[in-house]
């Protein structure tokens, strides 16, 4: 590694004035020390010592070190030890004196350029963790992540996972149909959970599978792996993030499960592509490879009046003498602000859906962090719209077998269900009338979206070409509180001038691997899919 490293990255020296350690006893080098970037197996380091002899110990670790400038020739490096009662501190520290100002800056410029390239190459041992700082850490809010692992590492949330026989079994037949894709090759689980997704990936003959999970689930998966012994010897367990493990060799495929509601919830779709970046080799495989949000506009009386009423508590007027009415109007706009998860019937919705497509293998983790999608659509009978209905499905592109995951209306409902976005305002359409809008999608650091949504219907009748639009209505929501309705579809009577329309069986879409170059080519011949992202 050594040998490797240097071959892009030169060792390089600086003399410096002076140096002298933060401590009390410490007195400052009266002669020039050498300060030398360089890699001593798999570390890279940061040596000062004397020009006349060596100092022990004197070492500084590139992967954990920070350098802050006191003045224009003075700068502090400290170097993070060792981590006791789970608290980080740092074990030491040097005063560096500089000769002149253009010096300070090349050593500096010199330490950034190390830090972000070299340590970057050397990596860690398998499955170490970085003390540094994660792009996970970055974004994502502490006490989230906490609720969040801790949720995960519970066994009864794992099972109703497992339960899920629609999301289990078309993931294991996805893998084991596409043997030609994991025998002999390396695989890497992306938030491997109990670690299901490993042992089908070892059936399916992989050389060795690297199972990372951050949630005290690895301990679980550990036990479970090790219960298959004639699996277990060709899977690692690794506890940790995968924004911060490193592994000893690159995957040939990534399997993962990271979707959440609405696909993007959890935001577990940006350490997928993370892993992608890191792990992966070029042209490697990814299952899933593609994912889908459908959108359609919906008409839905029931649930409308249902999440209306919710706010009647605080009409009234004389609540053991006091007046609630004054919180009516934010009580009222609160129900309204959470996405509505559960199964409904497909005819509840008044157009054909269109959908947004997300390329896992291509798209950036930064495109995630926004997600912008226009909507249009033709109402396809009069009634009122009450919001818009989204699911999505995931495509597992394999070699020999395509297979579909949908949670679609009308399919087999799985634990992700459907979610309804549900307008305060709803709008009045007659049928062919034009219905558009947006749809858009903020990350925050709770590990979810707020979502921003808006339709629109434009004049209808004669003198529509001169007309604009007509009615808007628009509303704000937090992905990350929805109201888990999930109940089973309503009975519903077809309005006379109302057509059903054809459930979506996304599974039966056959694609090729060279056809993913053509968006279009994801489409069911009913559907228009948006740009990808």
């Given amino acids: 590694m050594e040998a490797a490293v240097g071959q892009k990255h030169k060792h390089l020296e600086f003399v410096l004035a002076s140096v002298c350690e933060l401590s009390a006893s410490a007195v400052p080098s009266s002669v020039p020390v050498v300060a030398r970037f360089c890699v001593d197996g798999e570390v890279a380091e940061l040596r000062f010592h004397a020009e006349s002899e060596s100092v022990d110990g004197f070492n500084v670790d590139l992967r954990t070190a920070q350098l802050f400038k006191l003045g224009p020739l003075q700068s502090v ?46 990596g860690l041992p398998n499955g170490e963790i970085s003390a540094t700082r994660s792009k996970f850490d970055d974004k994502i809010e502490p ?14 949330h794992q099972q109703n996972m497992l339960q899920d026989y629609v999301r289990t079994g078309t993931y294991y037949a996805a893998v084991i149909e596409n043997r030609a894709d994991f025998t002999g090759r390396v695989v890497v689980d992306v938030g491997a959970g109990s670690g299901i997704l490993s042992l089908f990936a070892a059936q399916a003959g992989a050389k060795h599978v690297y199972a990372v999970e951050a949630s005290e689930m690895a301990e679980y998966a550990r036990k479970l792996i090790a219960g298959n012994p004639a699996l277990a010897q060709r899977i690692t367990v690794i506890k ?23 696909l993007v919830n959890e935001r577990m779709l ?60 934010s009580a009222f706009q609160g129900y309204f602000s959470q996405p509505v998860v559960d199964a409904f019937d497909p005819r509840f919705l008044v157009s054909p859906p269109i959908c947004h497509v997300l390329n896992f293998t291509e798209i950036k983790e930064e495109n995630l962090y926004e997600i912008d999608i226009p909507l249009k659509f033709i109402a396809s009978v009069g009634t009122r719209v009450h919001g ?23 399919a087999p409902t799985t634990h992700w269900y459907q979610i309804r ?3 305060s305002q709803p709008i009045y359409v007659m049928a062919g ?37 007509i009615q808007t209505s628009s509303c704000k929501l937090d992905l990350k509180e929805p109201y888990y309705r999930m109940s089973q579809p309503q009975p519903y009577m077809l309005a006379q001038d109302q057509q059903p329309h054809q459930l979506i069986q996304a599974q039966d879409i056959q694609i090729q691997g060279d056809d993913l170059e053509e968006p279009e080519l994801l489409q069911p011949p009913s559907q228009s899919c948006g740009p990808r992202t």
């Fill in 77 to 122: 490096c400290i170097s993070e030890g060792s981590n006791t009662n789970k608290e980080k501190s740092y074990s030491r520290g040097v005063t560096i004196q500089f000769g002149n100002v253009e010096e300070s800056k090349d050593f500096h410029s010199a330490f950034e350029q190390w830090k972000n390239e070299v340590v970057q190459e050397t």
């Fill in 143 to 156: 006490s989230s992540a906490k609720m969040y692992f801790h949720y995960y590492g519970q066994l009864l």
């Fill in 240 to 262: 940790g993030k995968v924004e911060e493990v490193e592994l000893p060799e690159k995957a040939d495929i990534l399997i993962s499960e990271p979707m959440g509601t609405l």
């Fill in 270 to 329: 940006e350490s997928y592509v993370i892993a992608r970046d890191r792990f992966l080799v070029p042209n490697g495989k990814m299952f899933p490879t593609v994912g889908r949000i459908h959108m359609a506009p919906f008409s839905d009386e029931y649930l409308f009046v249902e999440i209306a009423n919710k706010a009647l508590f605080w009409q009234q007027q004389n609540y053991y003498g006091v007046d609630l009415t004054p919180l009516y109007g």
């Fill in 388 to 410: 818009l209905a989204c699911w999505f499905d995931v495509l597992f592109n394999g070699s020999t077998v395509q297979r579909w995951l949908t949670t679609a209306p009308g």
């Fill in 421 to 423: 976005c549900l307008l």
């Fill in 433 to 469: 009338q034009e219905i558009t809008g947006r749809l858009h999608m903020i990350a925050h650091n709770a590990q979810s979206y707020t979502i921003y949504l808006t339709l629109s219907a434009k004049m209808w009748g004669p003198g529509a070409e001169q007309g604009g639009i």
